[in-house]
């Protein structure tokens, strides 16, 4: 019986799909391996399935958090950035005739189909994912819905992120994702236009976003506007992608956030090429430009 019901866990996870990707970088000061995605995911039956993926990355440090009371030893001290393991989905999928249900650690529905239009997260986050201003995957459940060309998603998540239990405050934060067209503009022609709007606590997010593709060109757009308690902060990001041949794109994206209380903005901007040898490994040298500082990059993905 032990030996019947080992066969069929067995079956069950080979029948799955595994998968994930490497994120390896070199720049002005160094190699380093910056992600690697490992995920499986499987189909339990018509209306089942679930998925889990280990993100790892660089534990994050911020240089204020960091104390040294003995200041003849303290240029000595390194902190702790060593490659960390977290689980970042892990999530069953209910499917019927009324719409998806997700339950568990699940992606947040602010940027996914904005991230796609840009189509290069290996060498730079999506605007609104790298500049923080919502999680990427956080605990609760979700719901999301086609009606032809128009998709709906609504989530209600602990809003602390996956890396962290819900707060004292017990804040609950609400996720809601508008799209027209076709979600996908890094596979498929097409254009779509959309709207992203979240609520935790004090902090507000209200995002417009827009993209088209057509032959060798894709381009996206986006309007964010964060109001976090008392301050308030737009982003404005575009992004253009060429395809000069089947192995070579070149592309442009720029960043520009502006607090406005005090009119401070700042500024990133990207440029450079992606060289793709096959479907699975892709080699982009890129030059970053923040505030008059120039970095050049080069980012590389294995797919497995």
Not at 137 to 144: K, L, Q, R, S, W
Not at 181 to 204: W, Y
């Amino acid at each position: 019986m032990k030996k019947l019901i080992l066969l069929s866990l067995s079956s069950m996870i080979i029948a799955g799909d595994f998968g994930g990707y490497s994120i390896f970088e070199y720049n002005d000061k160094a190699f380093d391996m910056k992600r690697v995605y490992l995920k499986y995911s499987n189909t339990i039956s018509d209306d089942l399935s679930f998925k889990l993926t280990y993100d790892i990355g660089r534990d994050d440090f911020d240089a204020g958090d960091f104390e040294c009371d003995d200041p003849t030893i303290c240029d000595d001290i390194k902190p702790d950035t060593k490659l960390s393991s977290y689980l970042k989905h892990a999530y069953i999928n209910y499917s019927q005739s009324f719409g998806l249900i997700s339950i568990g650690v699940i992606g947040t529905n602010s940027y996914g189909t904005q991230e796609k239009t840009w189509g290069y997260r290996f060498i730079e986050k999506s605007p609104l994912d790298k500049a923080k201003w919502t999680n990427t995957a956080d605990f609760g459940i979700g719901y999301a819905k086609s009606f032809g060309d128009i998709n709906i998603s609504a989530q209600i998540l602990n809003g602390e992120g996956y890396k962290n239990t819900q707060g004292t405050e017990g804040d609950f934060a609400l996720y809601l994702s508008l799209l027209y067209g076709e979600g996908k503009l890094n596979k498929n022609d097409g254009f779509n236009v959309g709207l992203v709007i979240t609520n935790h606590a004090d902090d507000q997010l209200v995002g417009l976003f827009g993209g088209w593709a057509k032959d060798k060109i894709r381009t996206g757009l986006e309007y964010n506007r964060l109001d976090a308690g008392s301050d308030s902060y737009v982003m404005l990001s575009n992004y253009l992608n060429y395809s000069l041949s089947d192995k070579w794109d070149v592309f442009v994206r720029n960043d520009r956030v502006e607090e406005i209380e005090i009119s401070n903005t700042e500024s990133n901007a990207y440029v450079g090429a992606v060289w793709k040898l096959n479907n699975n490994f892709h080699i982009a040298p890129h030059f970053t430009m923040s505030d008059g500082d120039n970095d050049f990059r080069l980012s590389c993905m294995f797919k497995y």
